[in-house]
Structures are given as C-alpha cells and as structure tokens.
T-cell receptor, first 116, second 114 residues
Framework: NAGVMQNPRHLVRRRGQEARLRCSPVKGHSHVYWYRQLPEEGLKFMVYLQKENIIDESGMPKERFSAEFPKEGPSILRIQQVVRGDSAAYFC??????????????FGPGTRLTVL | GENVEQHPSTLSVQEGDSAVIKCTYSDSASNYFPWYKQELGKRPQLIIDIRSNVGEKKDQRIAVTLNKTAKHFSLHITETQPEDSAVYFCAASKLTGGGNKLTFGTGTQLKVEL
C-alpha cells in the first residue's frame, strides 16, 4: 500500500546545473500536482498534470522549469540552470481520477533541493 | 486568483487546552477547504476537510467550521496533546471535476506545552 513516492529526498546542485525531481503517485492515481515550499513559508502551487497532459501550469516560472507525466513512469519536475533562489522543498501530491468526490490530495515526502 | 490568509502565525497552548486557527479566503467560488498538518521535515498530512455544502465537520478532537457568507473557516483542536505540536496549513480550492489546485495559507506553528 505505497503512498506517493518522491526521489531523491535530498538533492544538492551547483548554480547552473540541472535538477530532476521524480514523483510516483499512489497506484491508480492519474492526477499529479507539484508544489514548492520555501523555508518558513506555505506551499505554492506550481503545476497540475494528468497522464501525458499538462492541465494547469499557472504557478510555474516561465523559464527554466518544466514538468511532465508520461504514460509510463513517474512525473518529472525539471529545473534547468538552477539558481540559489530555487533552493526549496518540492512536494508532489496525487489524487484519483478527477471528479467532485475524488479530490483529496496525498502528499509525498518531498525533495529538498539545495543550490550551492 | 484565490488568496488565503491564516492567523495566528504562532500559537502556544497548555496541554489539554483548545486551539483555534482561522483562515479567510477571497474567491467566493471556492468550495473545498482542507487542513494539513506538517511536522518538521515531513510531508503535509490531511487531517480534515470540509466542502461548502456543510457548515461544520468533526472528527474526534478535531473540528472545522465554515462560514461561506463571511468567507472564513476555522480549525478547532480540543484537549490538545504534545503530539499535536506541528505547523498547520489551511487551503482552499474550487472543485470543478477537472482538477483541484490548492491555495495554501501561510501556516500556524502550534506548540503544545506540558
């Protein structure tokens, strides 16, 4: 009965490198959300994906950030040319097939990104 | 877009006392209001949620109330215990059947003292 899995749990990158964060949703869940949490702050929505589709990316920076949720495999949040301001905890959440009664989001343990 | 404000930012209570955390939201179309508990370095965990068609929901020592007219909702924890110490986040969203983007409050650090 695995919940949402994220890896790596901790990631250290130097400025200018790429960060790749992975999220495996709860088995059977086809909706994935990514949130960013800066130190001492709340979670901010970044992007919402269904299998092979980006539904809402209104919270994602226009440059350097991208996300995907392929037909097979985990969802990936990719940050190119990282800067110190990207240091944060990145949480993935999943929910079952969309519908008014299936809306609960289950969060993963997060990936803590540190940019040196 | 939706904006959620949360108060207080820190709350200290004695064990056994009650704790109340309040949130207001701006978008009258929001209809789903979950509360998450986050312990240090851990994932946010859903503790209770409420939909706009009800005014109150209770689960053991935890209750949530919703006032749609005033656009505010509150979390009530009774008989607090040291293990209730954590950061609590409220959130709001519009359930449309096509997604559930959550807008979070800034969090309340609850400390239950012995």
């Amino acid at each position: 009965n695995a919940g949402v899995m994220q890896n790596p749990r901790h990631l250290v990158r130097r400025r200018g490198q790429e960060a790749r964060l992975r999220c495996s949703p709860v088995k059977g869940h086809s909706h994935v959300y990514w949130y960013r949490q800066l130190p001492e702050e709340g979670l901010k929505f970044m992007v919402y994906l269904q299998k092979e589709n980006i539904i809402d990316e209104s919270g994602m920076p226009k440059e350097r950030f991208s996300a995907e949720f392929p037909k097979e495999g985990p969802s990936i949040l990719r940050i190119q040319q990282v800067v110190r301001g990207d240091s944060a905890a990145y949480f993935c959440a999943s929910s079952p097939i969309g519908g008014l009664t299936t809306d609960t989001q289950y969060f993963g343990p997060g990936t803590r990104l540190t940019v040196l | 877009g939706e904006n959620v404000e949360q108060h207080p930012s820190t709350l200290s209570v004695q064990e056994g006392d009650s704790a109340v955390i309040k949130c207001t939201y701006s978008d009258s179309a929001s209809n789903y209001f979950p509360w998450y508990k986050q312990e240090l370095g851990k994932r946010p965990q859903l503790i209770i949620d409420i939909r706009s068609n009800v005014g109150e929901k209770k689960d053991q020592r935890i209750a949530v109330t919703l006032n749609k007219t005033a656009k505010h909702f509150s979390l009530h924890i009774t008989e607090t215990q040291p293990e209730d110490s954590a950061v609590y986040f409220c959130a709001a969203s519009k359930l449309t059947g096509g997604g559930n983007k959550l807008t979070f409050g800034t969090g309340t650090q609850l400390k239950v003292e012995l």
